[in-house]
C-alpha cells in the first residue's frame, strides 16, 4: 500500500487520535447491533498493546450539526468497555479545553471516545479550523472508518492536512482488497450486479464492464435492460429514461467481449406484496398487469453455473424483492454460489451483505464490506477523500 497504516507507526506513548465508524443502531440507550464497534478492534487494541494513548471519533447518525441527547456515544462507550475488557473514558464534546484536558491525562493503554462528531456542523462542512482543533489532541491520526472515506469530512479528510496520517488496519483491509479485485483480478472475474435501479449503478457497470469477464444482471434494474431489448415488462418497475443506456452498456460489453447475462425468466407478481399471486414466466413473456420481483429459477440455475470456477467475484445488490419471502429465492440461489466460489469473493452494499447473512453464508465470503456507500464509489472507480487525504508512505521515509 502507498499509504501509512498502522505498522509504519512508532506508538509508544504517543496520542493516536483514531476516526472509527460506530455509527451503529440504538434503542432505549442501548446499542443493537455492534457488528461496526467489532470490526474497529484490532485497530484500537493494536494501539493500546503497543503503548498509545487511544483518542476515539465518530459520527451517529444525523444531528445536522446541533446537540441531540439521543445521539450521544454514551452507550457505544459501554458496550466498547466491555469488549475491550477495560475502562472507556467519554467526553461530552469533541473539541474544547475539557477534551483537550482529557486527551492531555491520558495515560499509554488508556482509550478516550469523543462526542459524536455531527453535533458541529463545521464537522460535515470540513472546516479546516474545526479540523485543526481535532488534530491539535494528537500526535499521529489514523482513519479506520470505511464506511465514511467517501465523504470529506473534517474528522476524515481535513485532519489528515494536519498530522501524519495513517490507514487502521479495517480501512487497509478494505482498500487492499477492493483494490486488488480492481487492479489485478485473478481470471475469470466475474460480476454480479442487481438492486432496485440502473440509475443508482450506471457507474459501477459502466466501469466493472472495462475490467470483468462476465457482468451478470439481476434485481430491478435488470427490467430496463430487457425493455432495451424490446420486451414488454407489464408493471415491472423500468426507467424508461434510462433505456438508451441500457442499450449503450450492452453495446459496450460486446465490445469489449465482455459476456452479459440477463435473466431468462423471472418470478412475476400482480402486486408489490408478500402474498400477491405469482408465476414464473420467460422473460419476454410478462403479461400485461404483472410485475417482475424475482429471477426465475432457470435464471438462478444460469447464474450459478456462471459463477462455476470463477477466481474473483465481487456481488453488489440482490437479484429480487428478498425481503419477501417469495421473492428471495433468487438472491438466495445467488448467495449460496458465490459462497461455494473458491477464489476471492467479495460482497458490498448493505442489502445484499443482508442477504449473505440472511441465508447464513456470511463466513464463507471472502471479503464483506463495512461500506455500503464507500464500497459502491470505490467500484466506480472513484478516489474515496479519506484515503487520498491519508500520509503517502515515499513522504514519510
Ligand atoms: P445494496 O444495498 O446491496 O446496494 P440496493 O439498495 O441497490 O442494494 O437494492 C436493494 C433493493 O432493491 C431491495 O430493497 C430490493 O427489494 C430491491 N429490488 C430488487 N429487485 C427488485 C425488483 N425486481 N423490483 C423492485 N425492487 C427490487
Ligand atoms: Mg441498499
Known sequence: MAKLTLKDLDLQNRRVLVRVDFNVPLEAG?????????????????????????ILMSHLGRPKGKVKEELRLDPVAKELE?????????????????????????QPGEVLLLENLRFHPEEEKNDPEFARKLASLADLYVN????????????TEGVAHYLPAAAGFLLQKEIETLGKALADPERPFVAIIGGAKVSDKISVIRNLLTKVDTLIIGGGMANTFLRARGYSMGKSLVEEDQVPLARELMAQAE??????????????????????????????????????????????REYANALNGARTVVWNGPMGVFEMEPFAHGTEAVARAVAAVDGMTIVGGGDSVAAVEKVGVAGKIGHISTGGGASLEFLEGKALPGVVALTEKQAEE
Open 82 to 106: 466491555g469488549l475491550l475488557g477495560r475502562p472507556v473514558h467519554k467526553v461530552n464534546d469533541c473539541i474544547g479545553p475539557e477534551v483537550k484536558a482529557a486527551a492531555a491525562a491520558l
Open 144 to 155: 479506520d472508518a470505511f464506511g465514511a472515506a467517501h465523504r470529506a469530512h473534517a474528522s
Open 255 to 300: 465490445r469489449q467481449g465482455v459476456k452479459m447475462l440477463l435473466p431468462r425468466d423471472l418470478v412475476v407478481a400482480q402486486e408489490f406484496k408478500a402474498d400477491a399471486p405469482h408465476q414464473v414466466v420467460a422473460a419476454n413473456a410478462v403479461p400485461d398487469g404483472w410485475m417482475a420481483l424475482d429471477i426465475g429459477p432457470e435464471t438462478a
Open 30 to 54: 442501548r446499542v443493537t447491533d455492534n457488528t461496526r464497534i467489532r470490526a474497529a478492534l484490532p485497530t484500537i487494541q493494536y494501539l493500546i498493546d503497543r503503548g498509545a494513548r487511544v
